[in-house]
């Protein structure tokens, strides 16, 4: 079998690996005296932007109505099953509103497809991410959980209108 020529041969200076060591050095010293990315968490907290999709939430208007019509599509489309909605019928213009709305959080996989699916905005992931629970029960949210004021998720609307 023919012997593999290298494409280049070593010169001293690779062969000895000094400079190749102060290269390396050189870049921990740069990196040392750089901006720092870590934080000390939990004191320090990690403030997302509106890219960031954390637990998924539901959108109340400023009057207080919410926007969610019950339609069940997010339901529908969740891969985890982790949405139970059941519609109840309203006197406002939107006519239905869900009487239940649930999310287990411990099913869901922050996947964003129930906010893409949304015919009304009405469900945004959030900036949250401190989920913790004891037991089981409390990883189940309701409405009570959920609903959020849209002021509060202002950045995640504004991104996903200039970018969905
Ligand atoms: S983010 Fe994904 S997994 Fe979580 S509730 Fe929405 S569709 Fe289901
Ligand atoms: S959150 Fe949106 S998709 Fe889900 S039931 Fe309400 S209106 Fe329909």
Redesign the pocket.
Known sequence: MAEKKRLKDLTFWDKIYIPAILNGLALTFKNLLGPKFTLKYPEEKFIPSGSYRGSPV?VVEKNGVER????????RVCPALAIE?QAAETENEKERY?EKFEINMLRCIYCGF?EE????E??LMSKEYELAFDNREDGIYGKDKLLKPVEELKDRIEFLRRYK
């Open positions: 539901l969610c019509v019950a339609c069940g599509l997010c339901s909605v869900p129930c699916v949304c015919p009304e009405a469900i």
